[in-house]
């Protein structure tokens, strides 16, 4: 029994002597424990900051795009207001040419009408010289055959 008592005499002794640096290390511990949180919760704070001032700079680039886009749609709209200005005024042009053509079309039209009637006009009254001539001829032709005839019976009366 003087063993058992030695033995819990010693281990109060050990108790009382290793609790200051047993508490010691354990706040040591938990101080080491509380810092590495908090270092962790710094480390997320920061890293929440650099997510909004990447989320920030994601939104400044979108709306710079959209007012890229838009500024882009309205240059295009005015091209096209331009072009279609340009395809009016090109189409009138066209139309002006056209009315022009349509009208020097209709006065050669005119003119070849009155061509072809004038050579039908000398047309019909060449016609007419050479049936008259024809007409003479074939009166000459029995002119000549009469006297001939006549010849011929005058030659054989005698």
Known sequence: MKRQLLTA????????????????AETKAVED????????????????ENVHDARLEFLNNQTKAVENVQSTRLAFLDNQTK???????????FLNTQTKAVENVQA????FLDNQTKAIEDIQTAR???LNNQTKAVE?????????????NKSVVR
């Open 9 to 24: 005499l010693f281990l109060t002794a050990a108790t009382v002597a290793i609790s200051p640096v047993a508490n010691a």
């Open 33 to 48: 424990i509380q810092s590495a949180r908090l270092e962790f919760l710094n480390n997320q704070t920061k890293a929440i």
């Open 83 to 93: 072009a279609i200005d340009d395809i009016q005024a090109t189409r009138l042009d």
């Open 108 to 111: 050669t039209r005119l003119e």
């Open 128 to 130: 007419l010289d050479f």
């Open 140 to 152: 000459n032709v029995h002119q000549s055959r009469l006297e001939g005839l006549d010849a011929r």
